[in-house]
């Protein structure tokens, strides 16, 4: 069985690391922590499962961290998660598999990254990373933001999810801007951007409200013929987000139209499109979107993954769209498939007894 070193950059994580730590305790052979300037107890709490815990000194690059974390790892295979990421109990049980079946040929792994919950504490948005690689491999984090670990070789996709925990309510505040100047910083520093680049630091545009500089550098990531394809997709869904907060209905439609010059229309956009025409009480062509995003595969794509929008979401809206066009019975099926994925909402089980009265009635 290969051993595996988890390797973490911290600060300031005295409230949820301990919870990281003890999802995975028993199933690494070495824990490397990488201080970058913690003033809580972070490190006490480290020290009461390794004693491999080193000071880094900040210099607003999260991949020189990693690196210099990575450095210190002397396993077999590198594992990496942040302090508010966790394995739950079938999580940990799939890595413990993994561990005893992972062969030499095995270069990086993949796992599904579960960062927000619905109401049912089901995965609303998910995403894969590589989070176990050969250590004898080198491989390197590239980006000071929104770092990347830089893969290759032989690839698997495993079926363990890693399951973040919101950021601890102590800093929360003091990180929201953080990666903003980290940006900007080197905006002004001159450094060239790579379309990753553009496509982050807009993100952090549009979350701090500076809606028209996010498009401008929305529009950035399209013009870089090096993006690639589902981000340059993600961008126009974030600019057609910026143009419904900006009351630009026209851009914001143009926006989500154009995503379909790069792929098939991915269920978010057919679905947003939807709203769009049943907010202004256009149901027919309301109801061609909402069935195209039931009918899209969205089971192998890379990338970001919401499934509200393949699964409940879309059923749902038909309900409303064919209530309002008349066709009751339509209706009601459409209630009844959006139950299948959510059995307990309280909005769909108030809709099948809404409609068992009213056929009741006929």
Not at 47 to 70: L, M, Q
Not at 80 to 100: I, N, P, R, T, Y
Not at 134 to 162: C, I, M, P, T
Not at 344 to 353: Q, S
């Amino acid at each position: 069985m290969y051993k595996i070193s988890l390797c973490m950059i911290v600060k300031n994580e005295e409230e949820v690391l301990a919870q990281c730590l003890d999802s995975v305790k028993d199933i690494c052979d070495e824990i490397i922590i990488a201080d970058t300037g913690s003033t809580d107890r972070t490190k006490e709490i480290a020290g009461k499962y390794t004693d491999k815990i080193y000071d880094f000194e900040w210099i607003d690059d999260f991949s020189a961290a990693r690196n210099f974390a990575f450095s210190k790892a002397t396993m077999d295979y590198i594992l990496w998660l942040d302090a508010d990421d966790v394995l739950l109990g079938e999580d940990q049980e799939k890595l413990k598999k993994l561990k005893k079946e992972l062969t030499a040929d095995v270069d990086a792994v993949s796992m599904l990254y579960h960062i927000a919950f619905d109401e049912y504490n089901q995965p609303a948005f998910s995403y894969r990373r590589y989070r176990l690689v050969k250590r004898e491999k080198n491989f390197q984090w590239q980006g000071a933001v929104h770092e990347y670990l830089a893969v290759s070789g032989n690839l698997f996709d495993s079926d363990v999810a890693v399951t973040h925990r919101k950021d601890n309510k102590s800093t929360k505040n003091a990180q929201s801007d953080r990666n903003l100047k980290i940006y900007e910083k080197r905006l002004e520093k001159g450094e060239r951007f790579s379309s990753r680049d553009f496509f982050y630091y807009a993100n952090e545009l549009r979350d701090h409200g500076q809606f028209e500089k996010a498009i401008r550098y929305y529009e950035k990531v399209l013009d870089d013929e090096t993006g690639w394809t589902e981000q340059k997709i993600n961008a126009c869904i974030n600019m057609a987000s910026c143009y419904r907060s900006l009351g630009n209905l026209e851009k914001e439609i143009d926006a989500l139209i154009k995503t379909i010059s790069y792929d098939v229309p991915w269920p978010e956009v057919s679905c947003r499109l939807g709203d769009l025409y049943q907010e202004r009480e256009l149901y027919d062509k309301a109801v061609i979107w909402y069935l195209l995003a039931t009918e899209v595969d969205v089971d192998n794509r890379l990338g970001f993954r919401q499934p509200a929008y393949s699964t409940w979401y879309p059923h749902m809206q038909l309900c409303a769209c064919f209530w309002k066009k008349g066709d009751y019975e339509l209706a009601a099926a459409y209630n009844k498939k959006a139950k299948e994925y959510r059995p307990n909402d309280p909005v769909i089980l108030k809709n099948e007894k809404f409609f068992a009265e009213f056929f009741s009635k006929k």
